[in-house]
């Protein structure tokens, strides 16, 4: 998912700037252009409503998901040659991901039932961890 996606869904874009824009927010009703965009060197996707939306509100009013802030890395495309992340990094993600996992664990146990939305973040932390794999030096 690039930035040249998410741009192409919004309206009213405006180039402010080296990989910066302005456009009209669409998780509010907006007039005035209020949502600054940021496209970062590595791709990354800063977004800002100066209404107060969220991240995550924004690109949902787009039909898209957080991960359409982040470069394309599990896609199989786009995949850059140099891995940009420490391995230091990548363990303390796998460990905040473990933790998600065992705190929904130890839920689960004490309701003796997992629900949905629980299974489908462990589904979420398992995709993650996954992910780290390819992060990794060949
Ligand atoms: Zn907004």
Same mark, same amino acid.
């Given at each position: 998912m690039g930035a040249d996606n998410l741009l192409g869904r919004l309206a009213g874009v405006k180039s402010i700037g080296h990989g910066k824009y302005k456009a009209r927010c669409p998780a509010h009703e907006d007039r005035s252009p209020s949502l600054s965009v940021r496209v970062l060197d590595d791709g990354r996707i800063l977004l800002h409503c100066f209404a107060g939306c969220g991240a995550a509100d924004v690109v949902e009013s787009l039909g898209? *998901?957080?991960?359409?802030l982040f470069p394309d890395?599990?896609?199989?495309? /786009? #995949?850059? *040659? #140099? #891995?940009?992340? /420490?391995a230091a990094d990548l363990l303390h993600f796998v460990d905040r991901e473990s933790l998600v996992v065992l705190v929904l664990a130890c839920d689960a146990i004490a309701k003796q039932r997992l629900a949905e939305a629980d299974l489908a973040r462990v589904m979420t932390a398992r995709a993650r961890i996954s992910s780290v794999i390819a992060c990794l030096p060949a």
């Open positions: 898209l *998901t957080l991960d359409a890395k599990e896609q199989g495309h /786009a #995949r850059p *040659t #140099r #891995r940009p992340y /420490a």
